[in-house]
Structures are given as structure tokens and as C-alpha cells.
């Protein structure tokens, strides 16, 4: 069975300055996705960013980068720039072929003015 | 484009009723899914659909809990009797075939008393 491990229950960030959050995965597929969800207040989940296992290059979406690193099994994201509004929780997610898609804990991300 | 559409938003019932909420994904996608997401236990994956057909159920957490598609643009949950640890958002979900992510619903917020 797959596990995502996100070891940071809460973070901290003054605004404008970088966070990097991070996550941890088991799984004994080769070919698999992986994603960061959102979700603030208003509790709607929002993709954030995604990556595809077979790709080497980091995914990048504005302000928001990964650090995939296979071999390691690690998959963090980086927040530059951070605005209040980016104060949410961020949920890993691990999906493999079949779409059997499998969250992490959760890292309450708080953004200080 | 409309998003994952859930009704209703809240829902606030006795024990012993049943429930029924109700679920419209994106036009066009292939996959749904139910979530359940609870302070102790986090996001859990119940059941997912494949074109219409419930592909993996393993997570439903007893027979009091059923799930349906009937057509490609709605599925309902259904708990009979609900119980007070029912108590829980419930999101709708739902993906098309090319792995781009998980889209999801507001949320049901459901309150078993």
C-alpha cells in the first residue's frame, strides 16, 4: 500500500520570504503522480501543482516549485514570494496508474504579515 | 466551466436518518470520486467510479454506507442509518483519463447529532 508522509503538522512564514514543505512517499510503482492540493478556510480543495514520476525536470506554477526526488522518494514544495493568502493547509497526494489517489496529514502553512 | 457541483452544502440530521448527498462532475470526465475528511483521520478515499462503474469501494467503512452513478453526470452517497460518527465533510470528486488531477466539490459538511 502507498503512504504519504508529510512530517510538519504546522509552519510558519513572514510574508515575501520562501517555505519549503515537505513530503515523503512509499510505493513500489515506477510509473505514478504526484500532487499538492490547497485548502484554505472556505475548506475547497485547490490543485496546486503536479508532477509525473517519469519526468526529471521540477514542476513549476508561478510562485509555487517542487523538488522531486525519486530515488529518495521525496516530493516538497516551495512556496516563494509568500503572500497572506497562502495561508491554508497543504495536503500531498501520491496517485498511482488505476487512480487510487492517497493524501497526506496535512501541513497547516501560515503566512505572517 | 462549472466545476464539481455538491449538494447540499450542509446538512445537519438525528441519528437514525438516512442521508442522501448528491454529487455533478466536470463535463467530460471519466472518473469520481468520494472523500471523507475528518480531523482524526484526515482525507480518505471511500469509492471511485470508472465511467459509471464503482471500480474500488474497500474504503466505504460498512454496509450502512452506499454509493451510485447512474449516468455520467451524477452519483449520489447515501448513509442509512447515520451515525454520530458520521460526522465529517464529504467531498465529491472527479478526474478525466490523462492523470491532470483530482478536481474537487465544495464539500458537504454533515452533522449526525
Known amino acids: 500500500a502507498q503512504t504519504v508522509t508529510q512530517s510538519q503538522p504546522e509552519m510558519s512564514v513572514q510574508e515575501a520570504e520562501t517555505v519549503t514543505l515537505s513530503c515523503t512517499y512509499d510505493?513500489?510503482?515506477?510509473?505514478?503522480?504526484l500532487f499538492w492540493y490547497k485548502q484554505p478556510p472556505s475548506r475547497q480543495m485547490i490543485l496546486v501543482i503536479r508532477?509525473?514520476?517519469?519526468?526529471?525536470q521540477n514542476a513549476t506554477e508561478n510562485r509555487f516549485s517542487v523538488n522531486f526526488q525519486k530515488a529518495a522518494k521525496s516530493f516538497s514544495l516551495k512556496i516563494s514570494d509568500s503572500q497572506l493568502g497562502d495561508t491554508a493547509m497543504y495536503f500531498c497526494?501520491?496517485?498511482?496508474?488505476?487512480?487510487?489517489?492517497?493524501f497526506g496529514a496535512g501541513t497547516r502553512l501560515t503566512v505572517k504579515p | 466551466d462549472a466545476g464539481v457541483i455538491q449538494s447540499p452544502r450542509h446538512e445537519v440530521t438525528e441519528m437514525g436518518q438516512e442521508v442522501t448527498l448528491r454529487c455533478k462532475p466536470i463535463?467530460?470526465?471519466?472518473?469520481l470520486f468520494w472523500y471523507r475528511q475528518t480531523m482524526m483521520r484526515g482525507l480518505e478515499l471511500l469509492i471511485y467510479?470508472?465511467?459509471?462503474?464503482?471500480?474500488?469501494d474497500s474504503g466505504m467503512p460498512e454496509d450502512r454506507f452506499s454509493a451510485k452513478m447512474p449516468n455520467a453526470s451524477f452519483s449520489t452517497l447515501k448513509i442509512q442509518p447515520s451515525e454520530p460518527r458520521d460526522s465529517a465533510v464529504y467531498f465529491c470528486a472527479s478526474s478525466p483519463l490523462d492523470y491532470g488531477g483530482v478536481y474537487f466539490g465544495p464539500g458537504t459538511r454533515l452533522t449526525v447529532t
Open positions: 467510479f470508472n465511467n459509471n462503474v464503482p471500480i474500488d
Open positions: 510505493t513500489s510503482e515506477n510509473n505514478y503522480y
Open positions: 497526494a501520491f496517485m498511482k496508474q488505476g487512480y487510487d489517489m492517497r
Open positions: 508532477q509525473e514520476a517519469y519526468k526529471q
Open positions: 463535463s467530460g470526465h471519466d472518473y
